[in-house]
């Protein structure tokens, strides 16, 4: 699954790179998990795993307040006072748990300092995605932000990547994107002629949801993307 080595990068060919949010920029697995902890802790019932998993499964999608509505309905729980209090908690620790990979500022500070792009392609809503940059305190690096509720397309369609580079206003083979789905992320960015780069470290999928899909570079940390650019 691995790609080329970071050392046999060509810096020399971007202008700039597009990154995924949620587990490329900071480990949102846990962050959800730990959102979901402090919910089952508040309302004493049910078990974390049981949200999280009712959370992947929703038919609302998989940040909607909803799920938890069905989670509380499983334990038997119909309140609407402990349900407004469960969004809260929720909602309050998932943004809180947020913390970036060690060396994602600099990074990025690194790359706009170099005068290359930098966009941002994420299933989360404008709304989420904005408060997590914002948190992060990396908002201000970002010429773009490209959001399903934005965009009327959401990953994988590679639609999503080519307009992303529409808005920066740089041809698709001279961008980097970079992800942690290689079905949600490497696939369409390679489909739009971008160069690729896995994020192994925040991959929580096992090989076999892989489908064969091998991004042209994979890295261990974030800063591992420096090389590939020439930086």
Known sequence: MAGTDIRQGCGNRFLGILVDLDNTLYDFGYAKEEACRRVVQAIGVGTADDLVRTF????????????????????????????MRAVQVYTKTKIEAIEAYPGVYETL????????????????????????LIHIQTA?????????????????????????AELLKIQPHQICA????????????????????????????????????????SISSFSDILPILGL
């Open 56 to 83: 992947l499964f929703s038919p609302y999608g998989v940040e909607s307040p909803k799920a938890i509505q069905s989670f509380l309905s499983e334990q038997g729980i119909t309140d609407a006072d402990v349900f």
């Open 140 to 164: 201000d690096l970002f010429d773009c932000l490209v959001t399903p509720d934005t965009a009327g397309m959401k990953k994988p369609d590679p639609a999503m990547f080519l307009h992303a």
């Open 178 to 217: 970079i992800g942690d789905n290689l079905i949600n992320d490497i696939r369409p960015a390679k489909e739009a002629g971008m160069c690729t780069i896995h994020a192994e470290y925040g991959n929580r999928l096992p090989p076999e949801y892989s489908e064969g899909i091998i991004a042209d570079f």
């Open 109 to 132: 500070l690194k790359i706009h300092t170099a005068g290359m792009k930098i966009g941002a392609v994420t299933n989360a809503s404008h709304e989420h995605a904005t408060e997590r």
